[in-house]
């Protein structure tokens, strides 16, 4: 069966420090993979999605960036974190291919940006 | 623009009392709509996928029926473990990526 992690849990982070959050999926073969934000009241932000290996698509322009480089890890990460940056990041796998697939999420990370 | 709204944003029953959660769309071509549980603190959980006008779905205590501008969540006589956060999204191509909105959610407390 397919497994989603996502690491940290939880994190607290100074305005200006840089930021990585790591996925990886197990279980499966060249899924999708997306990035989400989940604010308080609000309904899930898609920040990126990747078809593939280095292939990253944003949906947000923003201060932070994703990477793929390895075909079932997704990264994101921020150069410079501002205080809108806190929020619940969903990190989420579908099935590839031409059929319409639902999406599997992780457990998140919480980050505060002070 | 594409919009996915849910009602009510909160509901409160007693155990045993059965309701509908409701999911209002409207996009330009629905290619599956999809209802998610989300703890507290936890990323959602996928409960179904619709497809098409008069689908339906179940799942326990839980039944989703879809109509062409909406969808219902139906909950029968529910029990505290229902309590959470039912998160509804639809699906439509856009180009190559097939892009998914997701609703506020509607967070359901059952009391005992």
């Known amino acids: 069966s397919q497994t989603i992690h996502q690491w940290p849990a939880t994190l607290v982070q100074p305005v200006g420090s840089p930021l990585s959050l790591e996925c990886t999926v197990e279980?499966?073969?060249?899924?999708?993979l997306y990035w989400y934000r989940q604010a308080a009241g609000r309904g899930l932000q898609l920040l990126f999605y990747?078809?593939?290996?280095?292939?990253i698509s944003s949906e947000v322009p923003q201060n932070l960036s994703a990477s793929r480089p390895q075909d079932r890890q997704f990264i994101l990460s921020s150069k410079k974190l501002l205080l809108s940056d806190s929020g619940f990041y969903l990190c989420?796998?579908?099935?590839?291919?031409?059929?319409?697939?639902?999406?599997?999420f992780g457990p998140g990370t919480r980050l505060t940006v002070l | 623009e594409d919009q996915v709204t849910q009602s009510p944003e909160a509901l409160r029953l007693q155990e045993g009392e059965s309701s509908s959660l409701n999911c209002s769309y409207t996009?330009?071509?629905?290619?599956?709509l999809f209802w998610y549980r989300q703890d507290p603190g936890k990323g959602p959980e996928f409960l179904f996928t619709?497809?098409?006008a008069g689908e339906e779905k179940e799942k326990e205590r839980l039944k989703a029926t879809l109509t062409k501008k909406e969808s219902f969540l139906h909950i029968t006589a529910p029990k505290p473990e229902d309590s959470a956060t039912y998160l509804c999204?639809?699906?439509?191509?856009?180009?190559?990526?097939?892009?998914?909105?997701f609703g506020i959610g509607t967070k359901l407390q059952v009391i005992p």
């Open positions: 989420a796998w579908s099935l590839a291919g031409p059929i319409y697939n639902e999406q599997f």
């Open positions: 279980g499966t073969s060249n899924p999708n």
């Open positions: 990747s078809v593939g290996i280095g292939q």
């Open positions: 996009v330009s071509g629905l290619r599956g």
């Open positions: 619709l497809y098409s």
């Open positions: 999204a639809v699906q439509e191509r856009s180009g190559g990526y097939q892009k998914v909105t």
